[in-house]
């Protein structure tokens, strides 16, 4: 079993900068793809970026160039630097862990608020 635990969120203003933080522990096998998503009010989730298992990266269009996610895998971390933050963005983001091998397992953290408001 893997848990994840997600922390950086916060109120910012507009333009403003956050770093949000997802530490995996447990049983974590090597072979995974970890991504952040987020949900707004009334929203479905959206994926908002992922490091796939071969460490291909990719981004949601709107946060392209103002977001970059990153992993320190011998710290069991997943990053979101978001820069340039809009109003727009605000939303209870989800860090995610997947197993990319047969039969392999999913898992959810269970979120951190961020909030962007003048």
């Known amino acids: 079993q893997v848990q994840l635990v997600e922390s950086g969120g916060g109120l910012v203003q507009p333009g403003g900068s956050l770093n949000l933080s997802c530490v995996a522990s447990?049983?974590?096998?090597?072979?995974?793809?970890v991504s952040w998503h987020r949900q707004a009010p009334g929203k479905v989730r959206e994926l908002v970026a992922v490091i796939g298992s071969g460490g291909t990266i990719d981004y949601l269009d709107s946060v392209e160039g103002r977001f970059t996610i990153s992993r320190d895998r011998a710290k069991n971390t997943v990053f979101l630097q978001m820069n340039s933050l809009k109003v727009e963005d605000t939303a209870v983001y989800y860090c995610n862990l997947r197993e990319t091998v047969p039969g392999g397992d999913e898992y959810w953290g269970r979120g951190t608020q961020v909030t962007v408001s003048s």
């Open positions: 447990g049983s974590i096998f090597s072979i995974n793809a």
